[in-house]
């Protein structure tokens, strides 16, 4: 019910960097771990993500953050990915916090970022979350993106929102801040089922798809 994006059982992921060796290793794990299925590119092109979305598995592309332009982050990943696409998934590794890409990766529609530090068993545990339709950003960065979105956009209001309850507003701020349904169920003492409702209903009314939607939208309009 809560998200309708990816599916961990029927999976490719797609690791792209030069690093092939690390790659394949990282990959090797990934595919003893949780029978994934993968493939390591060195590059990655509109034609490989053409061809991955014509497949009927969750298509997931890891993307070495030492292999891309993040001085020019949101141009290059627009050129490449859809970020309303659910069925396919975007995320950085090798990433370093004083890179600061993290603002821009949120924007451009990246699901998340695994850092240099990040354990295979890390970036395991969240390529599987993201795939059932997390997002994989720590909620102090989620909190900053929001913040910064809200000091520079249109302060009217989205008509949408006027469909809302305030439950469900108060569901959609905890989620463009990163909280699962248990965390929202907990904040807000309510169950974990009715907090999963009202991320449906809330869906619904604003035409989104998951959890990355949801948060776009509450940082521009909420």
Known sequence: ???????????????????????????????????????CISNLTPSILFKSNASALSQFFLVDCNDINTQNLRTEIA??????????????CNVEPEMEIEMAAVACGVRGVFYKSDSPK????GISAILNGDLWYSRKVLNSFLTGQRSSKNKKEHPLLKTLSEREKETLELIALGYSSKKIG?????????????????YKKLNVN????????AAKYL
Do not use: W
Not at 210 to 217: E, S, V
């Open 1 to 39: 019910m809560e998200d309708m994006g990816g599916n961990t059982a029927g999976a490719f992921v797609h690791i792209i960097g030069s690093n092939m060796l690390q790659n394949e290793l990282l990959l090797s794990y990934l595919e003893k771990e949780t029978g994934f299925q993968g493939a």
């Open 79 to 92: 050129a490449l990915f859809d970020p309303n696409g659910d069925s396919c998934f975007m995320a950085f």
């Open 122 to 125: 890390i970036i395991r545990k």
């Open 186 to 202: 907990e904040k807000l003492n309510i169950s974990v089922h009715t907090a999963k409702t009202h991320t449906y209903n809330l």
């Open 210 to 217: 998951n959890r990355l939607q949801a948060t776009l939208f």
